[in-house]
């Protein structure tokens, strides 16, 4: 049973969603947001949430700041420049492979029993991609420094006795989500009548609402096994144009999505590489949101805010 845990990234949508979820059934969470100026609208009043402001680059300060040395599991989900200018800068994302394993060296300290790490699709499109004899993006300054923390943090954890687990994050989409990712873009795109261009997209995509990617990284920190990275998705890939109209119907069958616009390029993954059932087999959870129920609700809430 987990009674305790931290969050890096709290304020975030995934991490809100998870602090929000763990503290409803109990547990007390000890709530990381980078400083005082950060928005923590989305994080609700619980008596079982604790925040403290602390930035990545002086995480060693919560040793003192956190007082309690009980933790059951340590999620990690901080990242600086994950959308923004700074995922093209090498300097922070070097700075993110320091801040992870800063986090471990933490979790050592407070005796935390287990270090759940959010990973990513795009370090298996970066293994890819370094493997073709093509020029190489500058956004894989990102994807390369994601591997490089999964591999550090997990090399700190196995010699300091943590438990290891990293959750492989698909797309998650859904109530609460403001950034400019394709499902929170596009609908509001549709909405605002202004065009949409795609490729093809014949290739695999994934997608998992909120509730049940919380659902998910809860089970693998109470239950997961060490050293294992779980598939955080649907139990359904399937091509993105599938989805995207599914995205359309939803809102207006009549519309134009502009499909096959733009080029196909780039790396495609075989999801076949991925145990897409893992979260189930080794905890008991399973998706239990449809695409078309997630999609209507991620809609329906988009439509009743001030500003589209």
Not at 111 to 120: I, M, Y
Not at 142 to 159: D, G, P, Q
């Amino acid at each position: 049973m987990i009674k305790k845990v931290i969050i890096t990234g709290a304020n975030g949508f995934l991490g809100s969603a998870l602090t929000n979820f763990l503290a409803n059934i109990g547990v007390k969470v000890i709530a990381v947001v980078r400083n005082e100026n950060s928005s923590i609208e989305r994080i609700n009043q619980n008596k079982n949430i604790e925040i403290i402001y602390c930035e990545l680059s002086e995480i060693e300060k919560l040793k003192e700041l956190i007082t309690d040395r009980d933790i059951d599991v340590f999620y990690h989900l901080a990242w600086s420049g994950v959308s923004d200018s700074q995922r093209d800068d090498y300097h922070s994302q070097i700075n993110n492979i320091k801040y992870t394993c800063d986090c471990v060296e933490l979790c050592r300290i407070l005796s935390c029993e287990a270090f759940v790490l959010a990973s990513s699709l795009w370090e298996y499109e970066c293994y890819k991609t370094m493997q073709a004899e093509e020029p190489v993006k500058i956004s894989s300054l990102y994807s390369s420094a994601k591997i490089a923390a999964n591999f550090m943090s997990r090399t700190l954890c196995n010699n300091y006795g943590i438990k290891y687990i990293s959750g492989i994050i698909t797309n998650i989409y859904g109530v609460g989500e403001t950034s400019s990712r394709l499902i929170n873009s596009t609908i509001r795109k549709i909405l605002n009548k202004e065009e949409t261009r795609f490729t093809s997209s014949t290739q695999t995509y994934d997608f998992i609402y909120i509730d049940d990617a919380v659902k998910a990284f809860y089970n693998i920190g109470l239950m997961g096994k060490n050293n294992k990275s779980y598939y955080i998705g649907s139990l359904n890939p399937r091509p993105l144009k599938d989805f995207l109209n599914i995205l359309k119907n939803s809102i207006d069958k009549e519309i134009e999505l502009g499909i096959g616009k733009i080029p196909q390029n780039g790396i495609h993954l075989n999801y076949t590489m991925f145990d897409i059932n893992a979260v189930k087999n080794d905890t008991g959870f399973e998706p239990k949101i449809s695409f078309e129920e997630g999609i209507k609700k991620t809609i329906d809430w988009i439509k009743s805010q001030k500003e589209l």
